[in-house]
């Protein structure tokens, strides 16, 4: 499943923006890293009795401009890094680290020395392999020169020599390739697994016979929407509605043909309340209601009529054929009032009800 969507829209984005903060990360590795090796190299160099004067100077003004620079890098990993500059950045940064180490290794190209440089800069691809795994370009960016230079500072260069180098470097590639293959894996898991928890909270919400919003999810809707008309202060109205005789077709038809009623009802509610922000939910078998923003008593009246329309016009039929009684629909508005909070709406609604449900046992 996981390969499945790898490669499908959402998949992909999801799967690059991943790799992108994972690059970033690496970045701010490298740069820790270089800084690091630099301090220990500078020591060891600076100790030894066989530097020359000029190679302690080269160093120290190497040095300077390593630290200096990574700190430039440190602050522009963190700022400049976004979706379309991850790719060309990542090359960059490769690029001139790699130079710096392959710049260095031929700096210090002294016997004494070789061998803390090679060291060194093996420890760099190793790092730089668990920075760029992500991204192979940048990670041959990074890798290639250094391997290059180190051959050319070597003092003999031999088939075995040049075939150990490339032996490490296929090496890297291929712990790379691994590592890079498990970041994929995770990645489309937790892909999966977020997905399947939106899934579950939606199923959550939603009524399972009429594919409307249920009681709960109504519950989040309203307050959501009572805040935003205390914010801009236009009105909000509630819809409640009972439809008869749905309980009584339940009890004699069963509740296969009731289900299918009931998705009868929900189109005609959809088809009656076709603004995107029109709220419909199922509060209980027979009971339906509609949050209406930014609707006055008139519209939401205007709602009602066309909804009633919609409900007679496709119910009729199933109603009288297996009952022989007409279809009967109440509904009450339950207008906002500046300052009412959600509480109060929802006691207000329930009230409403309660009085449709008594008209309707009368």
Known sequence: MMQDI???????????EQQQQQLEKGVRLLVGASVFLIFLMAVDLMTSEHSLYITKLYFFMLGVTTLSSSIVFWWLAGKIYNDEKWKPLSLLFAGLFSIFWAVLSLVLDHPSHLQTVFLYGEIYILVSVVAFFGYRPALLLAATPIVCSFLIASPSLTPTLIFAYASKLLLALGISEYLNHCFRDVVFLHLDSRNLKHQLKAVGLIDPVTQLHNNRHFNIELDREVMSARRSKLPLSVLVIN?????????????????????????????GAYRPRDFIARMSVDEFALILPETDENGATVVAERIES?????????????LNEALLMKSAIVKWEQNMSTKKMLNRIKRVTAEINIYEAE
Request: overall charge negative; some cysteine; proline content about 2%.
């Open 310 to 322: 919609n409900i007679h016009r496709s119910c009729d039929l199933w109603i009288e054929r297996d």
């Open 243 to 271: 439809i008869q005789p749905i309980r009584l077709y339940t009890f004699t038809c069963g509740h296969e043909a009731s289900d299918d009623l009931l998705r009868i009802v929900s189109k005609a509610l959809e088809h």
């Open 6 to 16: 790898a490669f499908t829209g959402k998949g992909k984005l999801y799967f690059e």
